[in-house]
C-alpha cells in the first residue's frame, strides 16, 4: 500500500513537472494535445495548478485563434479580375 502510494505520488510529480515544462515553453502543439486528448485525467487533481493554468491557457489560445474554416480561401477569392 505504502509502495502504490509512493509510486502515486511521483507518477504525479513526473507529469506535473513535464506540463510545467510545456506551460513556461508555451509548447503550443503539446498543450492542445494534452488538453484536448488527456485532460479529463487531470480535472481531478485540484491540488496542482500547472493543470488548471494549462487549461486556462489552452481556453485563451482558442478564443484568441479565428475559425479555421474563416481562413479557407473561396474561388471568387483565388481569381484573379480585371
Given amino acids: ?25 508555451d509548447i503550443k502543439t503539446l498543450i492542445t494535445y494534452l488538453v484536448e486528448k488527456h485532460f ?3 480535472e481531478g487533481v485540484t491540488y496542482v495548478q500547472t493543470f488548471k493554468a494549462l487549461r486556462q491557457r489552452y481556453d485563451q489560445r482558442s478564443s484568441m485563434t479565428p475559425d479555421r474554416s474563416s481562413l479557407l480561401l473561396t474561388d471568387d477569392m483565388l481569381s484573379l479580375k480585371t
Avoid at 4 to 20: D, F, P, Y
Fill in 1 to 25: 500500500m505504502l509502495l502504490e502510494s509512493i509510486e502515486h505520488t511521483l507518477g504525479i510529480e513526473t507529469v506535473s513537472a513535464m506540463l510545467c515544462m510545456c506551460y513556461k515553453e
Fill in 40 to 42: 479529463a485525467a487531470f
